[in-house]
């Protein structure tokens, strides 16, 4: 029997990566990594059983307390395993072929902007901001042809290769050394 662990984010999400992690450092074996988007469904399908572990941010080094999960963790019950940190580098991608003259919006989950308010502040003055729910989902989003082509996403590397996207700028973030904090949570 596989240990289920649902992690905050989509396919190519920091989340996903924290949870690769943990299974290593755990040394864990027979493990499946779900992608859950919000800290809220983490947090429920942890409480309904369907999960043995939950895994999110909780803070960033920059981009201070993650809201979205601040607010689930307020409404379930449930247990802290352990606490650990990832360092998080941030790129700006976009569909292939795209230009930076081309780029008219910029989106991602609303903690991965704040970690680069600094950078679209000086770099993309003009450009729209626009918050998605999950960074990755927003490169999948993009790739599918939900977001326009005008849109650039704040996300991993592992999702511009997951989903096709080019890299337009590399460590976007405003902080050399970007920390995230990431809770496993338990049922209880």
């Not at 247990?79 to 790129?91: A, P, T």
Request: proline content about 3%; overall charge negative.
């Amino acid at each position: 029997m596989s240990i289920k662990i649902g992690v905050m984010g989509d396919v190519g999400s920091f989340s996903e990566m924290a949870g690769e992690l943990y299974v290593k450092t755990e040394q864990l074996e027979n493990t499946e990594i779900l992608p859950l988007i919000t800290a809220e469904i983490v947090l429920s399908e942890l409480e309904k059983g369907s999960i043995d572990k939950g895994i999110f941010p909780i803070e960033n080094s920059n981009g201070g307390i993650v809201i979205e999960a601040v607010c689930a963790m307020a409404k379930h019950r449930f247990g802290i395993e352990k606490m650990f940190e990832l360092d998080v580098h941030h790129h700006l991608l976009v569909k292939k072929g795209i230009t930076a003259s081309e780029i008219k919006t910029i989106t991602s989950h609303d903690q991965a902007l704040k970690q680069c308010r600094m950078y679209i502040k000086r770099i993309w003055p003009e450009a729209d901001i626009v918050p998605f729910k999950d960074t990755a989902a927003a490169a999948k989003a993009l790739q599918s042809g939900e977001l326009p082509d005008t849109t650039a996403v704040i996300a991993s590397r592992r999702a511009a290769e997951r989903y096709g996207l080019d890299i337009l700028e590399e460590s976007i973030q405003d902080l050399k050394y970007n920390y995230t904090m990431f809770l496993v949570a338990t049922k209880i």
